[in-house]
């Protein structure tokens, strides 16, 4: 009897003798208690496994706690990590969720950690183990020099700077000029405007849908002109009170159609001027890739050529905002070149010089280049004067017999 206890103290006798247990017995135990016997003591049952006495037993084997104290955790919110208000009520399926999340990270942190540790081992190891030999270095994939090699010059950004008024950035003009940049623009473009399209389609057919539903509520209203439109509104208010009511919702509903296809045009017009805009500037940076630089004078010399065809400064402007076509680098080009042309024309004609004859001293005689630049002279003056062929031809010869 080792795993078995007993006791020697002698069992407790009432006042005729009788041996007195100090609980009171019942059967066979009852009778071996009067006669004087002891019983094994019974030791006390486990706790159930799902009890709470269990799962904190447990929960000390885990962790190794053999003092017995509890662990005492502060509720934080997750998103500030403030503490909970001491008087905030929570239930205890709450507090577990809490509870479970809380012992989840602080798992995980220590996963991570052991993780990082571990792989600086690692790395301690191999880098005593290479110790500076490029072959096992080779083996391990390893560069020797990684960690000395210079860390890459990251250029510095340049500030941003603010275009002029009416000009375009140089990263985006650069941009522009390239084909595929200009074809996603256009094809953007496109599709911007197949939506506005739809939307205005939308907008006219629910607004004849809504006239054909007036039709149908007053007929005899529609074929009046807007002056009597107002009188027959008013005879229908005192004849037919809800069909009179029904046409003021149809004329709301039209009234709100109409001023969404206004805006919807507004916002249209919008578009393509912005549109045309930035066409516009890639255009007038394209022609200064083609070598032409709109300067004063050049919109002078256009502006001049404009008007001795018939067209003021104004129209010419009018023209370039209502077509803009005229915007494109080679219109614009064109209208340079002619400008250039019409004011080289128009200028005066520069005066030639006439060729002075050589002067001779008195009593020295005339060598014979002098001579012959004389005879040049005289034959140019004669070809210039008759345009003779002959006389050209001998100016001709001349000249290469000097030579």
Do not use: C
Not at 99 to 125: C, H, K
Not at 350 to 374: E, F, L, Y
């Amino acid at each position: 009897m080792s795993e078995m206890e007993t006791s020697t103290v002698e069992a407790p006798r009432d006042s005729l003798g009788q041996f007195a247990g100090g609980e009171e017995k019942f059967g066979l135990q009852g009778v071996e208690a009067d006669q004087g016997y002891t019983h094994v003591k019974t030791p006390a049952a486990p706790p159930a496994a799902d009890s709470a006495e269990a799962v904190y037993e447990g929960y000390k084997r885990k962790r190794g706690d053999t003092d017995g104290q509890i662990v005492t955790r502060e509720l934080i919110y997750a998103d500030t990590g403030e503490k909970v208000e001491p008087n905030l009520a929570i239930t205890p399926e709450q507090a577990h969720d809490a509870l479970t999340q809380s012992v989840s990270f602080e798992r995980a942190g220590r996963e991570l950690l052991g993780i990082e540790q571990t792989r600086d081992q690692i790395d301690r190891a191999r880098a005593e183990k290479i110790n500076g030999d490029p072959k096992l270095a080779e083996h391990y994939g390893v560069e020797l020099d990684a960690d000395k090699a210079p860390a890459p010059e990251v250029a510095a950004e340049e500030p941003y700077v603010e275009p002029a008024d009416g000009q375009l950035h140089p990263e985006v003009e650069k941009a522009l000029k390239h084909p595929q940049v200009r074809q996603a623009i256009a094809e953007e473009f496109t599709k911007a405007e197949q939506v506005t399209k739809a939307y205005s389609d939308g907008l006219e057919n629910a607004r004849l849908h809504t006239l054909a539903t007036l039709g149908e509520v007053v007929p005899h209203l529609l074929g009046l002109e807007p002056a009597q439109f107002e009188q027959g509104m008013e005879l229908l208010a005192q004849v037919d009170p809800p069909a009179f009511q029904k046409a003021m919702s149809i004329l709301a509903r039209t009234h709100t159609i109409v001023q969404a296809q206004q805006q919807a045009a507004q916002q249209q017009a919008s578009i393509e001027r912005q549109q045309i805009e930035t066409w516009a500037k890639a255009e007038d940076a394209r022609l200064k890739t083609m070598g032409i630089e709109i300067t004063n004078q050049v919109a002078e010399e256009v502006a001049d050529y404009a008007k001795s065809l018939g067209l003021d400064r104004e129209t010419l402007g009018k023209a370039m905002i209502d077509h803009p076509i005229l915007r494109s680098a080679e219109v614009q080009a064109m209208m340079v070149t002619a400008a250039k042309s019409h004011a080289m024309k128009k200028a005066p004609a520069k005066a030639i010089p006439r060729p002075v004859p050589s002067v001779q001293r008195p009593g020295v005689a005339r060598t014979a280049g002098d001579r012959d630049m004389s005879e040049i002279v005289a034959l140019r003056q004669r070809a210039t004067a008759t345009g003779d062929a002959e006389d050209v031809f001998k100016l001709y010869t001349a000249r290469k017999a000097r030579r």
